[in-house]
């Protein structure tokens, strides 16, 4: 009986011990290429491609950062950037949860739920590389090129199917008794909607918001199109900016490459919890 005991515990150690390890395999495959590119940003060109390299920059210099952000324009990358993340986060989330909450709620005659379900789900199967040419010469026909309108615009249309379906599935997993309770004590639709349904779901906001902001801050063909002039560039165009035919700029790269990151990073730091229960909301269904 004590062998048994001893075996099981020995098997017990030995799962624990390969889940930590296939852990630690993943967080360094995942950190390694960003700590790279923050180590590269420290340090002279000539010491990027040292061999061996060099895995802690030995002399730290700001140089690279000066030239990216104080000499180029990458300041106003990044705003553009901002700007145009944050105003197209806002707005797909805003009409997505609407329109997700109208889906998971209302009835429909004929199975419209479905087919509106469906017909939103399959613009997220079209590649963004089609509307390219119908989107350009739309935003020029209304004299929008080169404008960070056009972007939130752009984005918006491929980001609000994607809120709108994440926010149906948030939905439909609340109980409907809660905001029927809310309309029988005397609150409307809309009043149960803000004040039961949508506090309820700040999760699947958390987790949808953060999503779409990354969708939009990493977004590179839309912008390279529509956007000519550093006045309303993004930061994905500033950097690969630097890849010319006479040279390329791996320090300002890697050093506007990083800084790229930091915004992402706090503000899921910021909604990190709710951004866990969000991804795990509807996940086990008992």
């Not at 995942?30 to 340090?43: E, G, M, Q, R």
């Not at 909450?101 to 469906?118: C, D, G, V």
């Not at 506007?256 to 990073?265: L, Q």
Request: contains cysteine; proline residues 6%.
């Amino acid at each position: 009986m004590a062998t048994i005991r001893t075996r099981s515990r020995i098997r017990e150690l030995l799962l624990r011990l390969s889940a930590y390890l296939a852990i630690l395999v993943a967080l360094i495959l995942t950190l390694f290429p960003v700590y790279w590119i923050a180590a590269n940003s420290f340090k002279f060109d000539i010491d990027i491609f040292a061999v061996p390299p060099e895995w802690v920059p030995r002399n730290p210099t700001l140089k690279h950062y000066d030239e990216a952000f104080v000499q180029r324009p990458f300041l106003r990358y990044a705003l553009n950037s901002f700007l145009v993340a944050v105003g197209t986060t806002a707005i797909s989330v805003t009409f997505g949860t609407m329109a997700g909450y109208a889906l998971a709620r209302f009835s429909y005659p004929w199975q419209w739920r479905k087919q509106i379900s469906f017909w939103i789900l399959s613009t997220r199967m079209m590649p963004p590389i089609v509307s390219i040419i119908p989107l350009y010469l739309f935003f020029n026909y209304f004299d929008m090129l080169n404008t960070k309108s056009a972007l939130v615009i752009a984005y918006t249309a491929f980001n609000l199917p994607f809120a709108t379906w994440m926010m149906k599935s948030y939905f439909q997993d609340l109980p409907v008794e809660l905001e029927e309770a809310a309309i029988v004590d005397g609150d409307t639709r809309w009043g149960a909607f803000l004040h039961v349904a949508l506090p309820l779901a700040r999760p699947g906001l958390a987790a949808t918001a953060i999503f779409c902001l990354i969708i939009s801050w990493n977004e590179f063909l839309l912008s390279l199109v529509i956007t000519l002039t550093e006045q309303s560039q993004t930061l994905p165009i500033g950097i690969a900016g630097r890849v010319t035919q006479y040279s390329t700029y791996w320090g300002e790269i890697s050093a506007a490459g990083f800084m790229a990151c930091v915004p992402i990073v706090i503000f899921a730091f910021i909604v990190q919890k709710h951004l866990v229960r969000g991804l795990s909301l509807g996940a086990v269904k008992g």
